[in-house]
């Protein structure tokens, strides 16, 4: 999968979103999720420090459409740091 910076790495300028030709409306597409979603058992899912317990598997189950959601959200207990086993 390309990414724009390494479209312009190398290149020695700026990187710019406005006008440049480019965009990244497509940079993870549904049909990549889709195969994502396939090999995720996400009954097994384990975060640590999460506030709110088994919000770390909610928000792993956002669909496609749901992704920009605010709601659920996963948020530390106890410090910044929070570490999760998605097998």
């Known amino acids: 999968m ?14 710019h979103h ?3 030709g480019h965009d990244h ?3 993870i597409t ?3 999720q889709t195969r994502l979603y396939e090999q995720v058992d996400f ?4 975060t640590l420090n999460e506030e709110e317990p088994q919000s770390g598997k909610a928000i792993t189950k956002k669909t ?3 992704r920009l959601d605010s709601e659920p959200e ?14």
């Open 74 to 87: 996963l948020a530390s207990d106890a410090d910044e740091q929070l570490l999760m086993h998605i097998p």
């Open 64 to 66: 496609w459409a749901e």
């Open 25 to 27: 409306s497509n940079d």
């Open 43 to 46: 009954d097994k899912i384990i």
């Open 2 to 15: 390309s990414h724009c910076h390494d479209e312009h790495s190398g290149h020695g300028h700026d990187h």
């Open 30 to 32: 549904p049909a990549d």
């Open 18 to 20: 406005g006008g440049d």
